[in-house]
């Protein structure tokens, strides 16, 4: 059965509503040619981000250990954008914010060695 904007995989969630639109479009495409979903979602998701912002750089945001808790920041910037007590509550605001813009979120330990990244084209 194929996707549509009421119904689709849950990995499209927090996609900004252009870029999930065209996944949904691609996914569709690919699904039809036969191939895999899992791999079908993926490459929808990375050609749909491309097809929208018009190319492959990607802002990078980091999520790490603050004074405070944990913040989100450009990895080029000392500025934090969102800071929270929780790692938990911070990725709930961080996510969205980064997907609407496109960027990739890397996702640190205390410890500051990386746990995670999220969003990234190849």
Do not use: C
């Not at 949904?24 to 491309?50: S, V």
């Amino acid at each position: 059965m194929p996707w549509n904007k009421n119904d689709y995989p849950d990995s499209f969630n927090n996609l900004n509503a252009d870029v999930r639109n065209k996944a949904i479009e691609i996914a569709n495409a690919l699904l039809e040619d036969g191939m895999e979903e899992g791999r079908a979602i993926a490459i929808a998701t990375e050609k749909a981000r491309e097809y929208v912002t018009g190319d492959k750089k990607q802002e990078v945001y980091q999520v790490n250990a603050h004074t405070d808790g944990w913040q989100l920041t450009k990895e080029s910037s000392k500025r934090a954008i969102f800071v929270s007590e929780t790692k938990d509550t911070l990725l709930d605001k961080a996510k969205p914010y980064v997907n609407e813009r496109n960027g990739v979120l890397k996702v640190y330990h205390e410890d500051g060695s990386l746990q995670d990244t999220l969003y990234e084209i190849d």
